[in-house]
């Protein structure tokens, strides 16, 4: 059955119609063309396609369409601004070498994200609990870790120097850009 | 995934009718992470999925401070009740249990009735509310009911629930004074993982701080159904609580169990640990209740 649903999508106001059975990853990569999110297993077991759905992290494999009616969705498009420039926790993927092949870096990015909106000063510990949900096959987890263990401090430091600091991620990832780059070269 | 109809009652009874309607064409939905994998996976087709999601106060988590009876809606997520002050200072158990169920992911989805309802023998969920003496209010088309929910399981798979009831609500009663409770779900990894067995322990003990009023030892996993084993918490009964004292009922709860072999797991290594994990959590409890002692 076909329906009418809205809902917030990245900041935008999105009225669509759906069918019933559709899943939200569904919506996202095939009606929507958002395919920054990613289909792993399909049955909630890896993680890849999560989303954050007013302020939750979730499996969008497993949450209906329907489901999503006056909801907030974030989704990892919604993370770099138009200019170019990474989010923190995005940077710092980069930065410290927590990408290998990138298919599990959306999901761990949002739930991440999830995570660190709340408590971006979670230890080690908290980290693991909320990313037990995200499968990496190359299995480079330190380094997820400690990515999402830099942004926090990179978060919360935006957080303590004011609005200033948080609204100038461009600098930020210019700065980490330049210095990956000489990184490389040298 | 095979095309299904969504509805989304706004009331229990406007559910019951639905389902009325659509008999074993339809079938009710809590958090969705069981049913939509099921369905995916072709095990159930409904032509109608009955969501509860919109059914005002299945989601409520409240104490009553006058009667000290704890209520747990069945939409209530785990994460709902792992984020719970209440849950983790009051209830342990409740708190050891849910905080590791599948992922993150699925515990913000996943809800502590579905939990119950889709009844695998591993249920996590399960063993702290059979531990707390929970009871389960069922509505259906002949009207309510109240059942424990350590008699609401029937085999893997399968309680007590006739077609078309909703379990809507968990009711804990008032703890004893002097209450404590843990719970370990053992295996190779806790999560995105069943326990390869589950062991559940609450104890309280008289105003000495030593000999036992109530104890519960609750299995998962160790048989086809969620189970106590009584004959284990009869030793702890009205004797003061020691190492020893605990180990011999881990002994005790091992042989009752109905542990068997399987693709996790052999029978002799779950009863290994359940009689090294009875003690263990059996501790634990004690460390609760001395550490609220001398809190008060």
Known sequence: MTKPISFILNGDEISCDIQDHWTLLHLLREELGLIGTKEGCGNGECGACTVIVDQLAVNSCLYLAADVQGKQIQTIESLAVHTGSLHPIQQSFVDNGGIQCGFCTPGMIMSAKALLDKDPGADQETIKHALAGNICRCTGYVQILDSVAAAGRQMAGNQGEGAAAAKDPGTITQQSMNKKAGEVIT | MKPFTYLTPATME??????????????????????????????MGPDYLISLKQIPGLNDLHKNENTGELTIGALVTHAMLEQSLLIRNEYPIIYDAVSNIGSLQVRNMGTIGGNLINAVPSADGAIPLIALDGSALLVGPEGERSVLVKDLFVKPYETVLTPGEILTRITIPAQV????????????????????????????????????????ICLGVAGPTPLRAVKAEQMLEGQPVTSDLLTEAGKRA???????????????????????????????????????????
Request: hydrophobic share 40%.
């Open chain 2, 177 to 216: 004074p002097r209450t404590g409770s843990a719970y370990i779900k053992f295996g190779r990894r806790a999560a995105m993982e069943l326990p390869l067995i589950g062991i559940g322990v609450l104890l309280a003990v008289d105003e000495d701080l030593s000999t036992c009023t109530r104890a519960r």
């Open chain 2, 14 to 43: 406007e559910a019951v009718a639905l389902f009325g309607q659509h008999r074993e064409t339809a079938r009710y939905m809590a958090g969705g992470t069981d049913v939509i994998v099921k369905i995916k996976d072709g095990w």
């Open chain 2, 254 to 296: 091992a042989e009752e169990s109905q542990v068997r072999n399987s693709v996790r797991g052999q029978a002799w290594h779950r009863k290994e640990m359940i009689r090294v994990q009875v003690r263990r959590m059996g501790l634990r409890c004690l460390d609760i209740i001395n550490q609220k002692a001398r809190q008060a």
